[in-house]
């Protein structure tokens, strides 16, 4: 399985964050594994993530910041806006840390393009 982790700008269009997810899912060799999307909890009113998911026929689950919060110290990408704004490094890189359980690692850091960003990790477990 692979945690798909997204963040996005207030109002973000569906059709970016599809393009986006597409987009970093191609520069891994996921062979189609089982993927599920990831944001933070804060993010639960935004039609786009929820027509996203609904696009890309994959589940989107909202997590507590708190559970962001300890996978940030995996986090390679560090944003001062999303630093100010929710205490995070990076909304896409903790969200996918953090789906992908404690023992994951960035598959593809994070993207960021038209007000979306994406991260992709996955479980070193076997």
């Not at 995996?74 to 944003?79: E, F, V």
């Not at 598959?107 to 477990?125: K, N, Q, T, Y």
Request: aromatic share 2%; with cysteine; hydrophobic share 50%.
């Amino acid at each position: 399985m692979i945690a798909i982790g997204i963040g996005c700008k207030k109002g973000c269009p569906a059709q970016r964050i599809v393009a986006l997810v597409r987009t970093a899912r191609a520069s891994i060799d996921d062979a189609g594994a089982p993927a599920t999307l990831f944001t933070l909890a804060d993010k639960q009113g935004e039609t786009g993530l929820h027509d996203a998911a609904q696009e890309l026929g994959l589940p989107l689950v909202f997590l507590d910041a708190e559970i962001l919060r300890q996978a940030s110290g995996r986090a390679i990408t560090r944003s001062d806006r999303v630093m100010a704004m929710f205490g995070l490094p990076s909304i896409a890189e903790t969200a996918a840390l953090a789906g992908a359980g404690p023992a994951s690692i960035l598959l593809a850091p994070r993207v960021s393009e038209a007000g979306a960003s994406c991260a992709i990790a996955g479980s070193r477990e076997p």
